[in-house]
């Protein structure tokens, strides 16, 4: 979410950001799995934790069956009567585009209702909209109130937040022992954020003595939780010998690790030990490849450096593209399949958003002359099924694009679980 960057090397970045909605992009992808007759049974009578448990099933293994329709429909269902993680889970799905199109209004409206029911995560999840001022106009001091009911409720991710804006000084006064302490709350419920945060904190010892030990330690922890933030600062310290000594194949082991999640400082990272021949050779084809991934991903960082490269191999007498292709590079072709399986999910939840939306067009205007006399009701209609016309083509463009990028996607998976030893099924 809101990093902290550390200045001075070639990229770093303090904290890791909120757990993005692709923490599993190398899972196996769920298999489509007919609900259970009960199931359908109590959410067709009416039941809303079923209603919410049955759209779930759809939602999950949508990126199989490419059924958000039936996901969009029973999580309104559900809303309607009122409970509340429908609710949250509608405007999570507006906030991030994931098959409607994205309504940041919207999203905090349905926020605001499971928020005022005290639901923790639609509370964390406004006061987020709140922070970044997305459908609602930026205010801190908004935005500590919803994180303090959350954390109330033991929610180790806004107890993290509320130690981020006394780090920063947001809606409050700048204060490192107040984040210490949110910090280590969050860490005692498990938040590898906040554990990396404590690291940080110990290490240039903001609000204590400066104490890399202790730095390294809160690292570890948060880096076995799956923290690739973490991970990222590991490589660093052994990059650079930060209170311990330089050992560059440490640093490239964890740099590969956090690269693995797509952490876009690591890829940086990996690129200039590569341009620079940091415990291996200088090899400018791979530090082109690497800062490309880190580029792709938005690390301004990783941009620079590429820019920078490129214009030196061609002031060099060089052309980057006669730089030879790091084919066969494991590392490199895992952080280029997350990338690409992060970027095809993220497709096809707007292809599909467009799709539905083309759809539900399409029928409103075939609709529109219902209710009126004959003569006018003919009229309408005429009118209105040409136009629908149009949107019903476009809904068939977006799914079939959505198909296509569907099929791409099993294949990739496929080959993860090929690489993994796992029987595909």
């Known amino acids: 979410m809101n990093d902290w960057a550390r200045i001075g090397g070639p990229g770093r970045a303090a904290l890791d950001g909120l757990a993005s909605a692709f923490l599993c992009l190398f899972c196996p992808l769920l298999f489509a799995q007919a609900p259970s ?13 079923a209603q919410f448990d049955l759209a779930n099933l759809y939602f999950q293994t949508r990126f199989m069956t ?22 949250n889970q509608l405007g999570s799905m507006y906030e991030d585009n994931l098959g409607v199109p994205q309504d940041y209004k919207r999203a905090a409206s349905y926020y605001r209702l499971a928020a005022n029911q005290g639901f923790a995560q639609a509370e964390f999840n406004l006061a987020n909209l709140y922070e970044v001022g997305h459908g609602v106009k930026r205010n801190y001091k908004q935005a500590l109130s919803w994180y303090r009911k959350a954390a109330d409720q033991n929610l180790s991710a806004a107890e ?16 490192f022992a107040q984040a210490h302490t949110w910090y280590q709350r969050a860490a005692d419920h498990g938040n590898a954020d906040a554990e990396n945060q404590l690291g940080f904190m110990a290490g240039e010892g903001w609000g204590e003595a400066q104490n890399y030990g202790e730095a390294l330690s809160w690292y570890y922890k948060a880096s076995e939780r799956g923290s690739n933030a ?79 490269l490129t214009e030196d191999l061609e002031d060099d007498g060089g052309e980057p593209q006669n730089v030879p292709d790091p084919n066969g590079d ?96």
Not at 161 to 167: M, P, R, T
Request: with cysteine; charged share 15%; hydrophobic share 40%.
């Open 160 to 175: 993290k937040q509320i130690g981020y804006f006394y780090q920063c000084g947001f809606g409050v006064k700048r204060d």
């Open 230 to 308: 973490a991970q990222e600062n590991i490589g660093f310290i052994f990059q650079h010998g930060t209170g311990v000594g330089t050992n560059y194949g440490l640093a490239m082991s964890w740099f590969v690790k956090a690269a693995a999640q797509g952490n876009s400082d690591a890829d940086n990272q990996i690129g200039w030990m590569y341009q620079c021949g940091q415990g291996v050779q200088t090899d400018n084809g791979r530090a082109l490849a690497w800062y490309q991934l880190a580029a792709d991903l938005g690390n301004v960082k990783g941009q620079n450096n590429l820019q920078a």
């Open 66 to 87: 490419l059924d958000y329709t039936d996901a969009l429909s029973w999580y309104r269902k559900s809303a309607a009567q009122g409970f509340a993680a429908a609710q």
């Open 330 to 425: 494991a590392a490199i072709a895992q952080a280029q399949r997350w990338e690409t399986i992060r970027n095809l999910r993220a497709q096809i939840d707007h292809d599909e958003a467009i799709a539905v939306s083309e759809a539900d067009f399409a029928e409103q205007l075939h609709d529109i002359g219902h209710g009126k006399n004959n003569v006018i009701a003919g009229m309408f209609n005429a009118i209105g099924s040409a136009a629908a016309v149009q949107h019903e083509g476009d809904a068939a463009k977006y799914q079939t694009e959505a198909v296509r990028l569907r099929d791409q996607l099993a294949q990739i998976d496929g080959q993860n679980r090929a690489g993994a030893g796992v029987p595909s099924r």
């Open 37 to 49: 007759a009960d199931l359908q049974q109590a959410a067709t009578a009416g039941n809303a934790q």
